[in-house]
């Protein structure tokens, strides 16, 4: 009878979340830049018959685009109805994900209800970037995999990572995530093995007609893209202090002044890019750690991702500030509640571990645990943004969550 009444609950929940969407959409007219106006630009390109980008960058999301664009027209309102559907999808596998765990309903929908309202649940779907598609084909993978009895699970996986690296390109490793949770959980090794292997060997052959497109572009063996070297250069280098984006030019003695580097192919360029950056992290191991602890603060703590959503919107500076203040600072303190958690449960999981008790652990807190170190490792090492937080966005609410009924009970759940 519960479970019938939160159902009403829900369908209410999901309509208002439309509507409100349907009003951020009409009313705040975000305009593309930056990597969003190459995204756009690009899928307009390709719906159109052109070159499909020049190696540069994942176009996972472009070629995504494109298709709608091919059908209804190449206009950003396109794009971002297309994001509000992908965010409905995303929500409504939120709710069947959290139905594998043994939550009663009432948390179950509150949960739902913390990410489904999320700021920026909201205000990234009138901005054409990545986050929203890979998002929803993340959670599509953990529903997939905690989903019993499905016939060629491993497979459809295996698929969607590939498909989902095209997106992102570190979501290969996402292997290496199930492997940890199968371990941690003292399954079976060789069925451990096969099982998040196959994910990874599938994965390849999705990702192998675009690394063979890629290659022939540049003569050589090139993957998704080529764009990984110029990341970890800006991102390490002595000239960069704060730990985000800075003009390659800058760096000393940069490399990308240098004949040798403009002569290059994209890929060759991609090379010496990640060797320099390697070269300079290990010879400054702490001036590394220190850019990559900033890096994680640019991620988790600071709420400039909102200036994508009002890009173009005519507001007063004034008024701008105001939102970015309020946001930011909810933001900062809801994902620092669920951090807490996180690194909470971390501890008891190696607790648990330790003591031969792991029939103690909850399997989707400790499946969110491995994706969130998994986030944390690449932006560590790579680059710092709030808009990387986004996809963790459904990982935050759920600890947020349990850490307040943690404290309130004084127990770990």
């Excluded at 979340?17 to 830049?33: R, S």
């Excluded at 965010?87 to 994900?97: A, D, E, P, T």
């Excluded at 084909?137 to 989903?147: D, H, N, Q, S």
Aim: aromatic letters at 20%; proline letters at 2%; a positive charge.
């Amino acid at each position: 009878m519960l479970e019938k009444s939160y159902k009403k609950n829900y369908y209410f929940a999901i309509g208002i979340f439309i509507l409100i969407n349907i009003l951020w959409i009409c009313t705040v007219n975000t305009q593309p830049f930056s990597d969003f106006q190459y995204y756009h630009e690009l899928a307009k390109q390709i719906a159109l018959g052109g070159i499909w980008g020049n190696t540069y960058t994942s176009i996972g999301y472009s070629i995504f685009l494109a298709a709608f664009y091919k059908i209804f027209g190449a206009n950003i309102l396109v794009g971002k109805i297309v994001n509000l559907i992908l965010s409905l999808l995303s929500i409504i596998l939120f709710k069947k994900i959290l139905e594998f765990t043994s939550m009663e309903e009432k948390s179950k929908f509150i949960v739902f209800i913390l990410f489904a309202f999320f700021p920026s649940t909201i205000f990234y779907n009138t901005i054409l970037g990545s986050e929203v598609l890979f998002t929803f084909l993340m959670l599509l993978v953990t529903y997939l995999f905690f989903k019993e009895n499905f016939k060629f699970k491993y497979i459809y996986i295996g698929i969607l990572v590939g498909i989902n690296t095209m997106v992102k390109p570190f979501f290969i490793v996402y292997f290496f995530a199930i492997f940890l949770y199968k371990i941690i959980f003292k399954e079976n090794i060789l069925k451990t093995i096969k099982e998040s292997f196959s994910i990874l060997l599938i994965a390849l052959l999705v990702l192998s007609p675009w690394a063979y497109r890629n290659t022939k572009y540049n003569g050589e063996f090139t993957f998704v893209s080529n764009n990984g070297g110029i990341v970890l250069y800006i991102n390490n280098n002595s000239q960069n202090k704060l730990g985000r984006w800075m003009p390659a030019k800058e760096v000393e003695n940069s490399i990308v002044n240098k004949e040798e580097y403009k002569n290059a192919n994209m890929t060759a360029q991609n090379k010496m890019l990640k060797n320099a950056a390697k070269e300079w992290i290990k010879n400054h191991p702490k001036e590394f750690t220190i850019l990559g602890l900033k890096r994680l603060g640019n991620t988790y703590f600071v709420g400039d991702d909102l200036a994508y959503s009002l890009q173009g919107v005519n507001l007063n500076e004034s008024t701008k500030f105001k939102m970015y203040y309020a946001y930011g600072t909810f933001r900062a303190i809801f994902l620092l509640i669920a951090l807490c958690y996180i690194v909470y449960y971390s501890i008891y999981i190696i607790y648990c571990l330790l003591k031969k008790r792991v029939d103690k652990l909850d399997n989707l807190t400790v499946y969110l645990c491995i994706l969130f170190y998994m986030f944390t490792c690449v932006y560590f090492v790579t680059e710092g943004q709030a808009r990387y937080s986004f996809p963790m966005i459904f990982i935050f609410c759920y600890t947020f969550y349990k850490f307040i009924v943690m404290i309130k009970n004084k127990q770990i759940s």
